[in-house]
């Protein structure tokens, strides 16, 4: 039975610009390595010997300016950009409760 594992692109959008399978010639029971456009399958005979045979496959993705943002950035890219709306009194901020944009403030019947 043949088994397929994948690696996808870690940005949505980025396409594989290089694959180097030369690791792989010498593992027996390796059938094919397949390129798409955003991701890379390796395809071998059983489970666990994909597994082992994609994490020595060498995969290079566009780079993106997104792949440098990670969930605490966003966060504090978020709480910065909410105190700004505060200060020109856009609305009131509540951070248990959350922002409606169209109201000045939110209460807990609304949910």
């Known amino acids: 039975m043949k ?25 027996k029971g390796f059938y094919q390595v397949v390129t798409l456009d955003n991701a890379v399958a390796v395809i071998a005979n059983g489970f666990w010997l994909v597994k082992q045979a994609l994490n020595k496959v ?13 969930k605490k950035g966003i966060f504090e890219q978020l709480k ?10 856009d609305f009131e901020i ?8 169209d109201q000045k403030t939110i209460s807990n019947d609304q949910f």
């Open 3 to 27: 088994y397929a594992s994948i690696k996808v692109s870690p940005v949505f959008g980025c396409k594989v610009t290089s694959v180097d399978v030369s690791s792989l010639k010498k593992i």
């Open 58 to 70: 060498v995969i290079e993705f566009e780079k993106h300016d997104a792949q440098n943002i990670y």
């Open 80 to 89: 910065h950009d909410l105190n700004q709306a505060e200060l020109n009194d």
């Open 94 to 101: 509540d951070f248990e409760i959350g922002v409606i944009p």
